[in-house]
């Protein structure tokens, strides 16, 4: 079966510091892989997607990146985190054109 | 421009049915989702409709009319453990496959 594991599941870091999140998928090949944000009380903002290995496309310009060094591997980055990145960060995949997204448990990140 | 309505938050009781509308605007349509977000939690995949009709999984139900960028999730015989945030998604005609998001609507459920 399809699964997909993201961690850790809370973080909390001082303003400045780096960041790295990742998520991995099982159970499938050549998966679509998302990153997105969500404040808490909104809806989903998509941050990153990526359609295979060294494929990252970004939908708001930001201090994060996201990479995929491996097919089934997808990281999401910052160098200097900001007060405003936090937030509940949820890493999803789908498989195919019309197959609904599925997610990882989410990461809550607090920045003080 | 691109956009997902739903109203915000909805009340309703142990036991009876709600409906939670969804209308949309999107550049092209290949399918809407439901999800359920429990607080705290990631959303979970309910159903998924891409013709007119209704589709039906047990308690919950879900139409679709795409002439009129509409749908709606039915939730019958309603339990406490039904309270969470509802989230509509459309897959618009985008070649990446992307998911256009609703904010969701909150549904309180009270005994």
């Known amino acids: 079966s399809q699964t997909i594991h993201q961690w850790p599941a809370t973080l909390v870091q001082p303003v400045g510091s780096p960041l790295s999140l990742e998520c991995t998928v099982e159970g499938t090949s050549n998966p679509n892989l998302y990153w997105y944000r969500q404040a808490a009380g909104r809806g989903l903002q998509l941050l990153f997607y990526?359609?295979?290995?060294?494929?990252i496309s970004s939908e708001v310009p930001q201090n994060l990146s996201a990479s995929r060094p491996q097919d089934r591997q997808f990281i999401l980055s910052s160098k200097k985190l900001l007060l405003s990145d936090s937030g509940f960060y949820l890493c999803?995949?789908?498989?195919?054109?019309?197959?609904?997204?599925?997610f990882g448990d989410g990461t809550r990140l607090s920045i003080l | 421009g691109q956009n997902i309505d739903q109203p915000t938050e909805m009340t309703a009781t142990e036991g009876a049915i709600v409906q939670i509308n969804c209308t949309y605007q999107t550049s092209g349509f290949n399918g809407l989702f439901w999800y359920q977000q429990h607080a705290g939690e990631a959303p979970t995949f309910l159903s998924y409709?891409?013709l007119d009709g209704l589709e039906e999984k047990g308690r919950f139900s879900s139409f679709l009319s795409r002439s009129k960028g509409y749908s709606y999730l039915l939730l019958k015989e309603l339990q406490m453990k039904d309270s969470a945030s509802y989230l509509c998604a459309v897959r618009g005609e985008d070649s990446n496959y992307q998911l256009i998001w609703g904010a969701g609507t909150k549904l309180i459920i009270k005994p």
């Open positions: 409709n891409v």
């Open positions: 999803a995949f789908d498989a195919a054109g019309s197959q609904p997204q599925h």
């Open positions: 990526s359609v295979g290995i060294g494929q």
